[in-house]
């Protein structure tokens, strides 16, 4: 299969810090691609180079066989490139249902229409509602997005990049702050969310994590240590010594 | 969700209605000075309105939106002045003017936020008033009479008080009902979300400054509208039409009368020129009651009048 995203030499740094060090990737249709690492080593620098947030020192990131690098939010979101943020980062004083619709709207042409009521456009409504049930919102969303709990902010922001209707997803730390109940609910989301879509996953949660993974790289101050098979990095010594071992002491 | 009942739906029809009725409680006996306040109040909640449309709904804290005003003013006037009195030549150029000047603004500020959005509008409204004072032609500091109100075709005519009164009357509606299905279009929706959270707007594909640029022209329009209906109202345009004070009594009336609500500036306008008009009446120091009264609805009345009708319930 022909990799979807490609990601070759990749460098950022900020001052003396280099948060990606030459760092290549290449993740083909349909695949999960965890990426996991310490504290700090660069996993959401990644993350918003490829959505377009941060600008590369160097390197060429190529999405669906188009180089991306210099192309701004916008336009690698036209392209199919959903990113969800790690810190919830919602429209809280709009209703849930109009959160969803705008990311409706975002691939529905120009906003140039200044004169008909959106909230009563079926073609902006039915896909929002359509993304709202697969996440199980549907009862939420008349409330102001304000209202909902952690967990929900973090279904809505599923729901609003599935609503974009993505190639592929880049999710930042999905996982993070939720309970047990929650996480086991947004395991099962993306283990279907999977079957049709290609998704980059930044998570600390190891368990999530090699549970929906086809392929894991480990990042350590912004490089590459180690990229294969969930089993074969579970045995890989180094990523023990410099990750799971430093996570397995930490949660005894 | 309020019913077409509530307390708001309510005060909203009863103000709108009292205003369309004004002018025949003058005619009955009602003191002429009235019409002449009211025309004031409805001209400046038609400037209120505008900076609504980008401060309430899009988030964008103009501090020189007065500048419209006496941009749309001195197109008037200075027309005027050199003898071309047609409305159909002096309020289109007012328009474009408006439209002009919000353009470039909008292209140069925009691209900051907060503090430096609000310092940088603000600094071209006040280079914009230095340009008009200095201009010696059109009086300079001291302003230029208007000998001539705009002239239409007949019947229209402007110095009839009545008549001007329900020109702007009617323009403010209209200008009330553009906002509302601005506001609530694909358009709005993008303006809305980018004042919720800007960066989620454009990581989820809206190039949103060209979005915020032209809502911003609009605002401008409409407000130099408004200006080229002051400077008819008062015979007379000056710089001080655009002094950044009066940025900030427009500001007022946005924030009194209830910021994102389309009917909002229009309680803001009619409270703080009525409490002006009693409060200097009792005190030449009226400023001293006006401030803490506005600190308290800041403090205790975030969505301003608007904001507490509708929380009024009924029992």
């Known amino acids: ?252 | 969700m309020s019913g077409w009942l509530s307390a708001r739906a309510v005060t909203v029809v009863v103000l709108l209605a009292a205003l369309a009725l004004l002018p025949v409680y003058v005619e009955l006996g009602g003191s002429r000075f009235l019409l002449t306040l009211f025309t004031r109040i409805i001209i400046l909640a038609m400037a209120a309105v505008s900076l609504n449309l980008i401060l309430g709904f899009g988030g964008m804290m103009s501090f020189g939106h007065a500048v419209y005003l006496g941009i749309g003013g001195y197109a008037v006037g200075m027309l005027a002045h050199e003898g071309i009195y047609s409305g159909f030549v002096q309020w289109p150029v007012a328009l474009a003017a408006s439209a002009l000047f919000a353009l470039v603004i909008g292209a140069l500020s925009l691209r900051t936020r907060g503090v430096y959005f609000i310092m940088l509008t603000l600094a071209f409204a006040q280079m914009a008033y230095y340009v008009v004072a200095g201009l010696a032609r059109y009086g300079g500091d001291d302003g230029l009479t208007i000998y001539k109100r705009s002239q239409f075709f007949e019947p229209i005519n402007l110095s009839n008080k009545t008549q001007f009164y329900y020109i702007c009357l009617a323009l403010l509606y209209a200008s009330i009902y553009l906002v509302w299905r601005i506001v609530n279009s694909r358009f709005g929706m993008v303006i809305q979300g980018s004042r919720s959270n800007d960066t989620r707007m454009r990581a989820i594909g809206f190039p949103t400054f060209r979005y915020k640029l032209t809502c911003f022209v609009i605002a401008g329009v409409l407000c130099g509208l408004a200006g080229a209906l002051l400077a008819n109202h008062t015979d007379f345009v000056s710089p001080a039409m655009m002094y950044w004070t009066r940025s900030g009594d427009l500001i007022i009336m946005v924030v009194l009368g209830g910021m994102g609500s389309v009917v909002g500036p229009v309680f803001g306008a009619i409270a703080l020129l009525v409490l002006e008009e009693t409060l200097s009446g009792i005190t030449e120091y009226w400023q001293i009651i006006l401030g803490p009264l506005l600190l308290l609805v800041v403090l205790f009345a975030r969505g301003g009048i608007d904001g507490l009708l509708r929380k009024v319930r009924y029992a």
């Open chain 1, 1 to 252: 299969m022909p990799d979807l995203l490609q990601v070759e030499n990749l460098a950022k740094r900020f001052g003396g810090i280099v948060a990606t060090d030459d760092l290549s990737i290449a993740i083909p249709e349909g695949q999960l691609h965890a990426v996991i690492g310490p504290n700090g080593a660069g996993k959401t620098t990644l993350i918003a180079q490829l959505s377009g947030q941060l600008t590369p020192d160097s390197g060429h990131i190529q999405f669906a066989g188009s180089d991306i690098t210099a192309l701004p939010m916008p336009a690698r979101s036209a392209l199919g490139l959903a990113r969800s943020f790690q810190i919830t980062s919602l429209f809280l004083d709009l209703s849930v249902l109009d959160n969803v619709a705008l990311a409706v709207q975002a691939h529905a042409g120009h906003s140039f229409h200044f004169w008909r009521d959106a909230r009563g456009q079926v073609e902006l409504r039915d896909p929002a509602r359509a993304a709202l049930a697969r996440v199980g919102l549907t009862a939420r969303e008349n409330l102001p997005a304000s209202a909902l709990s952690h967990g929900e902010h973090r279904q809505l922001e599923l729901a609003m990049a599935l609503a974009s209707k993505p190639r592929m997803l880049l999710l930042d730390e999905p996982m993070a702050g939720l309970g047990p109940e929650e996480s086991a609910r947004m395991v099962a989301m993306l283990r279907e969310l999977k079957k049709e879509l290609t998704i980059l996953l930044v998570e600390h949660d190891m368990e999530a994590v090699f549970a929906l993974a086809d392929r894991i790289t480990v990042l350590v101050y912004g490089r590459v240590i180690a990229s294969g098979k969930p089993e074969e990095i579970r045995n890989n010594a180094q990523v023990r010594d410099a990750y799971l071992g430093e996570q397995e002491a930490v949660h005894g």
